[in-house]
């Protein structure tokens, strides 16, 4: 046998091995590709209801309120705040730390509130002086008037972002849910707000509210409450 028939036959013989491979075995089909499920559409309404609810239901917290511009926010009829950090104890304690205004003059001062008795030091002199409990800020984080009631009367509320880690809504809120928070304002008006909730805990982290809330402060104002340092260990006492 010739170095060519030799080559030929091999070749022959591969092409009919390749053929029957090929005939004894069918193509398998490319699996059938499984839809991804559709997601469900999240109640922004009881989405906002149960965060008021856990929100509220926290131990302690810390909480800072912010203005930009030339904000503040009334305490007291000369006393305006244009920023806060302080705790909240549920049910009933609060300590916070303000800066402020003072007719003209700009001041700093503290306050504590433990129950019924409230605890705030001079702004002029830094000595404690014992006032009237409207001056407490603790109406704000009632677990039905404050918090509660801001997280559930967000009018219109879209849910614009979903993260692992929070869920952003924006709607308009009317400023009488405001009231235990921020004193006497202008009834039958509404204020932007955008609300962010840790999607985990669903506490709210954030609430920046866009819009006049009193008569008396020019149009812009823009305020942030921010929360933070949830249940951690705190104890507030009446000032030494």
């Not at 008021?52 to 239901?57: D, I, K, L, N, R």
């Not at 009829?77 to 700009?106: C, I, Q, Y």
């Not at 204020?191 to 920046?208: H, P, W």
């Amino acid at each position: 046998m010739t170095v060519n028939s030799t080559i030929a036959t091999l070749l022959g013989t591969v092409f009919i091995a390749a053929m029957l491979v090929g005939c004894g075995h069918s193509p398998q089909p490319d699996p059938t590709a499984v839809p991804d499920p559709t997601p469900t559409p999240i109640d922004v309404a009881a989405l906002l209801t149960r965060s008021g609810a856990a929100t509220s239901a926290l131990n302690t917290f810390r909480f800072q309120l912010e203005h930009n511009r030339e904000g503040a926010t009334p305490l007291t009829e000369s006393l305006r705040v244009t920023e806060a950090d302080g705790r909240v104890v549920n049910p009933d304690a609060v300590s916070v730390d303000f800066a402020g205004t003072l007719g003209s003059f700009a001041v700093r001062s503290s306050l504590i509130t433990l129950g019924d008795d409230s605890y705030m030091t001079n702004p002029l002199t830094g000595a404690w002086e014992q006032v009237a409990r409207e001056v407490s800020p603790l109406g704000f984080f009632d677990p039905q008037r404050g918090i509660g009631s801001m997280m559930t009367e967000v009018q219109s509320p879209v849910l614009i972002e979903k993260s692992d880690s929070e869920f952003v809504i924006e709607g308009a809120l009317p400023v009488e849910a405001l009231e235990p928070l921020l004193g006497g304002l202008m009834e039958g008006n509404t204020v932007d707000v955008r609300l962010n909730i840790d999607s985990d805990s669903l506490y709210l982290t954030r609430a920046i509210l866009d819009g006049r809330l009193t008569a008396s402060e020019p149009d812009g104002v823009v305020r942030t409450i921010t929360l933070s340092e949830f249940n951690e260990q705190v104890t507030i006492e009446p000032p030494g």
